[in-house]
């Protein structure tokens, strides 16, 4: 079956803009976490999403921002972009079963601020 | 302040050798752990995991131990073959109903033939 699909996969911003990114889960899967993958700060939680509401956010600032639709495809935000944003997003799938389990990750979204 | 730590940044090991990569983790919370590994250009592929109810699970040729006392997981490879070559993360997950993991910094693994 087809894996976690991430647009774009490139894209370049500059400071003070916000971008979109959008994931879309293996199908049946529920939840859509979001991780930031950087240098120097490895790999980082960012939220998840089940059933359309957030279950929980990781420790970053309010200019990151998600959704999920009834579908399950999930888009995340950041607002007023920081050169520090540069990373690469990684968006994960699961079932969202009680326990973690394994989580399906994409290939991720690279995004350069300058 | 790291809760999961890979304090290798790198191994490397011999074609049909074992491979042992490390991990300790600080929070006691933590009750389930993952490996993942990562290829360049892709996303981090689930590789194996473990309960804290357990202290070994196996799956081919990925045998995973976790030492609760000690706060230390490691993740043993045999045979090593170069196809195992990539970045390896150790992650892990606290009593929530979430998936929220923890990641380690990762452990860039070269096998040689």
Known sequence: ?114 | DQQVKQNSPSLSVQEGRISILNCDYTNSMFDYFLWYKKYPAEGPTFLISISSIKDKNEDGRFTVFLNKSAKHLSLHIVPSQPGDSAVYFCAASGRTFTRELTFGQGTILTVHP
């Not at chain 1, 920081?82 to 079963?97: I, K, M, N, R, V």
């Open chain 1, 1 to 114: 079956k087809a894996g976690v699909t991430q647009t774009p996969r490139y894209l370049i911003k500059t400071r003070g803009q916000q971008v979109t990114l959008s994931c879309s889960p293996i199908s049946g899967h529920r939840s859509v976490s979001w991780y930031q993958q950087t240098p120097g700060q490895g790999l980082q939680f960012l939220f998840e999403y089940f059933s359309e509401t957030q279950r929980n956010k990781g420790n970053f600032p309010g200019r990151f921002s998600g959704r999920q639709f009834s579908n399950s495809r999930s888009e995340m935000n950041v607002s007023t972009l920081e050169l520090g944003d540069s990373a690469l997003y990684l968006c994960a799938s699961s079932l969202g079963q009680a326990a973690p389990g394994e989580l399906f990750f994409g290939e991720g979204s690279r995004l350069t601020v300058l």
